[in-house]
Structures are given as structure tokens and as C-alpha cells.
């Protein structure tokens, strides 16, 4: 395995809403906790950040229309690709850990490595990037890759420019 491999198969956990779903959930063991749900419950985000210091993340998802949040994965991602670097531990949740928190994993996958990725999700689902781009609630899976890739290809150029989401869109998505 790469370095990217490794870090996404130990240091990336996806799940449920904590404490609310997750009685298993342990606050200690993550630096970064990111919440893909639409639900946001401030009290259980101060207190994980009260046990551990941790960065928390709220970057809502919906599920049921065409755009189902791509400037919500786009944030994810960012938030990812630094937590990578680092090493950091992660916990990546939406309410039930079957959707929307496994469909921005699959996206940053495919951003970090051009494939899609091939691993189960607790519910027994494949890729749920490529299945809400069938659903409708992405775009097309053409675009979807290729919007990806834009936003992969303008952060090698380096730090952070003016408009990087709103290009990537408009130069990868029709009828943007």
C-alpha cells in the first residue's frame, strides 16, 4: 500500500452521528470529527472538542435533489487533504453512516487517486459517489470525475486561489 492508502484505511473512519447512533463512539481517538448530516447538534460538538481539542466540521448534505452539496464535499476535501498531510485521525459521520458521509469518502478517493473506490460500506454498498451520480443527486459520473480532477489539478498549482470552487464547477459541470 501507499502512503495515501494506509492513511485512508487506518486513519479515516466513517460512521454514524456520534453519541446519538454511535454509542461506541470515542471522542479521544480522532484530531478532526466532520459532520456531512444536515442535522447539527452544537452541544455534542463542543463537548468533543472539550475532550480532545479536536477540530469540528459541520458541512451539510442533503439527500434528495440534483445538487445533493458539492460545496460541502469541496470543504470536506480541504478539510481532508490537510488532515492527511498531517496524519491526523479522522471521523468522518452523517446521521446513519450509510450515505452521505460514505459519498464524500468515495469522492476524496477518486480526487487522491483517479479510481473509484471498491470498499464496502457498513450498509453493504460499493461506491456511494457513483451512486448518487446515477441517482441524480450529483451530477453525471463524467462530470462528477472530471470536477474532481479540476479541483485536484488547481491545488497542485499550490496554495488556495480566488474561485478555485466556482471554476471547477463552471469548467467541469454543465449547466452549471
Known sequence: MNKFEDWFSAKLTVGSYP????????????DVIINVSDEYYPEIDEQHAKHRLCQVHWFALSEGKRDMGLNSIYMAIIILINAEAK???VYLHCHQGHNR???????????????????????????????NCEKGYLPNIN??????????????????????????????????
Not at 453519541?19 to 480522532?30: D, G, R, V, W
Not at 463552471?170 to 452549471?176: P, R, S, T
Open 19 to 30: 453519541y446519538q447512533k454511535n454509542l461506541l463512539f470515542q471522542p479521544k481517538a480522532y
Open 87 to 89: 496524519g491526523q485521525t
Open 143 to 176: 462530470e462528477m470525475q472530471k470536477w474532481l480532477m479540476a479541483i485536484r489539478d488547481d491545488l497542485k498549482l499550490g496554495s488556495m486561489k480566488a474561485g478555485i470552487l466556482t471554476l471547477s464547477k463552471i469548467n467541469a459541470l454543465e449547466n452549471f
Open 101 to 131: 458521509s460514505w459519498t464524500v469518502a468515495a469522492a476524496y478517493y477518486y480526487f487522491r487517486t483517479g479510481r473509484h473506490l471498491d470498499k464496502p460500506t457498513r450498509n453493504g454498498s460499493i461506491n456511494k459517489m457513483v451512486q
